[in-house]
């Protein structure tokens, strides 16, 4: 098969297009990398408490259990970092109104802010990045991804699993 030929099969197409993504990722996940650390290091903000940021974006609200079983921290942890994150403004406690002995975390207004210019550092490296190629080729390939996305969140929406954030469906 040459390696420019689509593979005739499923399992084939997932493995290169899994393939093609990791020689992608691998390419711009050094500048990405590095657009993040500056931006955390600038805020004084911990990967765990940026990645805890992005869960409770994608859940809306989580009880500081569910926020240690997405990140993987010990509920201890899980539980200093809520306390950081509420310090910071990024995060409040709310009553859980399905247990109002219970609190759920979700974001603030300043922590929608902070992912915000996240999203925006890692758009404009991705721009860097990709406005080297041609305007055809970045074409369709947005519009494959895109393709791509629409079948995913149709099949989410067929098949919800509650462990597996919600895809986007801005990606602004």
């Given at each position: 098969?040459?390696?420019?030929?689509?593979?005739?099969?499923?399992?084939?197409?997932?493995?290169?297009?899994?393939?093609?993504?990791?020689?992608?990722?691998?390419?711009?996940?050094?500048?990405l990398?590095?657009?993040?650390?500056?931006?955390?290091?600038?805020?004084?903000?911990?990967?765990?408490?940026?990645?805890?940021?992005?869960?409770?974006?994608?859940?809306?609200?989580?009880?500081?259990?569910?926020?240690?079983?997405?990140?993987?921290?010990?509920?201890?942890?899980?539980?200093h970092?809520?306390?950081?994150?509420?310090?910071?403004?990024?995060?409040?406690?709310?009553?859980?109104?399905?247990?109002?002995?219970?609190?759920?975390?979700?974001?603030?207004?300043?922590?929608?802010?902070?992912?915000?210019?996240m999203?925006?550092?890692?758009?404009?490296?991705?721009?860097q990045?990709?406005g080297?190629?041609?305007?055809?080729?970045?074409?369709?390939?947005?519009?494959?991804?895109?393709a791509?996305?629409?079948?995913?969140?149709?099949?989410?929406?067929?098949?919800?699993?509650?462990?597996?954030?919600?895809?986007?469906?801005?990606?602004?």
């Amino acid at each position: 098969m040459n390696q420019n030929s689509p593979p005739a099969d499923p399992a084939a197409a997932a493995q290169r297009l899994g393939e093609q993504m990791k020689a992608l990722h691998r390419y711009v996940s050094g500048q990405l990398m590095r657009a993040m650390q500056d931006q955390l290091q600038g805020d004084d903000m911990s990967f765990s408490q940026m990645t805890a940021l992005h869960q409770l974006r994608a859940h809306a609200a989580l009880s500081i259990g569910g926020l240690a079983d997405l990140t993987g921290l010990s509920l201890p942890a899980a539980s200093h970092l809520t306390d950081r994150l509420v310090q910071r403004g990024f995060a409040e406690r709310r009553e859980n109104p399905d247990d109002r002995r219970a609190k759920l975390l979700a974001l603030t207004a300043d922590g929608h802010a902070f992912l915000d210019s996240m999203d925006r550092r890692f758009n404009e490296t991705y721009q860097q990045v990709f406005g080297r190629v041609g305007v055809d080729l970045l074409g369709a390939a947005a519009d494959t991804i895109e393709a791509v996305m629409t079948e995913l969140r149709a099949q989410d929406a067929r098949q919800p699993d509650r462990a597996r954030p919600p895809i986007p469906e801005d990606p602004e």
